[in-house]
């Protein structure tokens, strides 16, 4: 079984940075991925990295959103930069056994194990 908690988010202005943390606990799967979704709108995969350290982002974060992990400490990072208010979200974090994980748009049914979710507001 796998349980994945989330830390960080927030408030931050325009421009700003944050970054987001998604602890790992039990088997540590190749596949880990951040997604965000707005009231009213699907799931937004936003940032993929899998067990040997391939990354890939959705073209909305290109550039701005860097996808981490710590494998000793079994832990994702997503460090968001130059922070627009469309990145307003509830953002998760995500894990998958799958070793098909690199593709766009980042398709929310492959992960089987979520986060509880973290809000992240930008404002002016």
């Known amino acids: 079984q796998v349980r994945l908690w989330q830390s960080g988010g927030g408030s931050e202005q325009v421009g700003g940075s944050l970054r987001l943390s998604c602890a790992a606990s039990g088997s540590s799967l190749y596949c880990m991925a951040w997604f965000r979704q707005t009231p009213g709108k699907e799931r937004e995969g936003v940032a993929v990295?899998?067990?040997?350290?391939?990354?890939i982002y959705s073209d909305s974060v290109k550039g701005r959103f860097t996808i981490s992990r710590d494998y000793a400490k079994n832990t994702l990072y997503l460090q968001m930069s130059s922070l627009k208010f469309e990145d307003t979200a509830m953002y998760y974090c995500a894990a998958s056994d799958s070793d098909r994980c690199l593709s766009l748009p980042i398709p929310p049914e492959l992960y089987t194990y979520w986060g509880q979710g973290t809000q992240v507001t930008v404002s002016s």
């Open positions: 990295q899998t067990g040997l350290s391939s990354r």
